[in-house]
């Protein structure tokens, strides 16, 4: 039984820093993609970083790239999001996901976290 579990989320002031971590269970994370997505209230749930295999292939969405890092740890299989610099618009619900596919498309993912939530004070 696959399983995901993100941690790490939390109340920071804008322009700070949080880091999450995606562990899996029932996946080896190098073989997937391994996907962040975020959701706010009211919008709909976005792509925010991928990663397949040992880091040979990273994605970001625009509004992240140069603040956000995706990361694999193999030895521990999980995943991992530094987000730097954060900003009020970053505050929302981040999601980790799994799919065999490379893909940015949610539909694609078949396995998905609980959800852990960030909020950005301005």
């Known amino acids: 039984q696959v399983q995901l579990v993100e941690s790490g989320g939390g109340l920071v002031q804008a322009g700070g820093s949080l880091r999450l971590s995606c562990a899996a269970s029932?996946?080896?994370?190098?073989?997937?993609?391994v996907g962040w997505f975020r959701q706010a209230p009211g919008k709909e749930r976005e792509f925010v970083a991928g990663?397949?295999?040992?880091?040979?292939?990273?994605a970001y969405t625009d509004s992240v790239k140069g603040r956000f890092t995706i990361s694999g740890d193999n030895a521990k299989n999980t995943v991992e999001l530094q987000m730097n610099s954060l900003k009020p618009e970053d505050t929302a619900v981040y999601f980790c996901?799994?799919?065999?596919?490379?893909?940015?498309?949610?539909?694609?993912?078949?396995?998905w976290g609980q959800g852990t939530q960030v909020t950005v004070s301005s």
């Open positions: 996901a799994a799919t065999s596919h490379i893909s940015r498309s949610r539909d694609d993912y078949d396995y």
């Open positions: 029932g996946l080896t994370v190098s073989s997937y993609t």
């Open positions: 990663i397949r295999g040992r880091a040979v292939l990273t």
